[in-house]
């Protein structure tokens, strides 16, 4: 039986898993796939502080570049954009096969890396780094390879999907339930990259990528996070028979071959399957011209979910370097299936609008007209009585129109006297 | 770029939806993948039937020896166990790969048709043959590579997933909603394949096989199919807040190794995943040891669904050929990870269970003194009075106990003369 070594470089939560998940399930691949993974370098600055894996003797280094050097396969679970790619590019510079769980720096510097893979047929796979454990990526690529992707919608922060769960079950405000997912480990005590959006921009973009064969990075991908989300509009939106999650959204018109990437928080139907998505799960909904609509769900994140995905890579690659295919499946296709990216203030959508108005006659009817102007048009409607007789909550439920009409419209209407400016805007997807 | 040519032996639903969908889709597979795929022959003893879809020119012939000859890659679309063998056989003896969706023929054949394979290096890939257009297999032999298969759920027919979804909906009878199934072309003039559970076994099976590494065929699968499930066996199941499923059940315990491989109406949570799964829907719920749960859903036939996996499969083929590799994933392995099968008889399992007893003193004393000798526990019960005032409906739930003893103890509780002699009995699971 052929013989592999695989070096990892970091020895963080997700290094721990993959050593363990070698260590433990070596010789499960080894009699499924015929390849034996031996765990030859495992390499961090810091080697003495316990990860609950017994790793073998002499295998710990201080040194990357002696994983690099001595391995067959490199997995990068360094994380970051700065070092993390100088080992990627040193090993793929060496023909070496690269996995890696890195999004951030997937999505920033992918073309960079890829090129660099090209050049010496190395593979770089990186299923990890899209929706933890489920095999999106694989899925995506290969499965789906005779589909034209029309539709994905994603779940795909963990953090993000814990909290709107659990305010949408017990009613708490998001900065409770925030600071209770800090001590649960569920949120970094830096939150931001999770709650502002932006790691599920990155996963967003790198899907989007693989689906139109165009390696997007960050600047077409919208990005909204979820702390303006309120336990009052998550209970408005229960009453109107939608849920509130962090939705990646990533459409194609079918007639035009326009596309839209964006990532907000959305009003998704309760009876929707990605509306029983919670907790830390994530899941990816995929609809393609032949395969139909199609849903993979799953642990988004932990030390053993994402060691399963970097374990999976760490097979295919290792299948491809004993067959000697390289590039087997390109690392990212070329295939530029689309025409043309829809900026933002041109989507349509549906939308959700909450205003706190003054509660005497006539407020309704110059919010509607102004509404009607704007050629935008009212699906349903609830006026609800505050604490405060004085003022009337007002939630709406529009049909389809352009962004920049819903935005302009907003801006009319906080202009009126019995208008508190505070209006909210969600947007819907009848899913 | 390297051109393959492909051969369909077959020109039904499937045959006709994966043409169309090389034909259509071509462009964007050489475009992602960097592979030609040309439809070079479609064989059919029927070449003149409309198929709605438009081959080229010379591509049809009567004659499957030639598509065997002439293509680089052979698509079995015929089904059945005879003729479709020895096509397959024929391809792989020329070391040419198979893609097929024919699970009854794995299920019966598949160690014949493996062993074939490997003999010539030859690819047999057959992603359709469960699930549909769900990459099911690739996920579960690919993806999962790193784990140990602890469970599988699937919800893999669907014409009995129709039916039962369709029954819960209306409250129409078996016969009434099998009967319109048959009109709308979800279940077949013969149905017993279907409706016996015989398909959704066939599909257990290769599940069975993939994950723990022994190709089981049909033998160890226990079966029972839909036909006594009865509208007051769903209605009931839904006031105790469960729905009722033809599920597919692969189950080891991580402690003994032990497994179970079954297939049988089954009581699951009303707010469980897979009780979303509605009308011709598949599911699969694989729970493995590092990933944890995971749903993967979809259409789990019709042409267009079918064909996408078939097609996903076609591309894997040929790049496994552009690039040298022969069985680069094994059709399937011999890992054996598993000790031995539980008999029917042993399994442990909660269920439910419906009486319909003579409403007058002692009856229920006599039923629960019979349960409670065979140490049978009751979780719940429910019991309503009938149209007929002399009889009574009591539906119990009960906690885990052992097959035989809850066999026995209905037998015992069949043979007391204030109980009519059909006791239904569901076998439960806490999904």
Known sequence: MKELGVGIIGFGTVGAGVAQCLLENGDVIARRDGVKLVLKRVADLDITTDRGVKIPDGVLTTNAMEAIEECDIIVELVGGTTIAKTFILEALKRGKPVVTANKALLAKYGEEIFAAAEKTGADVYYEASVGGGIPII????????GNRIRRMYGILNGTCNYILTRMERTGEDFDVVLKDAQKLGYAEANPSLDIDGFDTAHKTAILASLAYGKWFGMDPVYVEGITNVSMNDIRCAASLGYKVKLLAIIKQDAETGKLEIRVHPTLIPVNSMLASVSDVFNAVRVDGDYVGNTLFYGRGAGREATASAVVGDIVDVALNLTDGARQRVPSYNKANLFTELVPMKE???RCYLRFTVADKPGVLAKITNILATADISISSLIQN????EDFATLV????????ADIKNAIAEIEKLDDVTSNIKMIRIEDI
């Open 138 to 145: 694989k899925s995506l690529r290969e499965g789906f390879a």
């Open 347 to 349: 989507i349509e959508t």
């Open 385 to 388: 009585e505050t604490k405060d």
């Open 396 to 403: 709406m439920m529009t049909h389809k129109a352009k962004e």
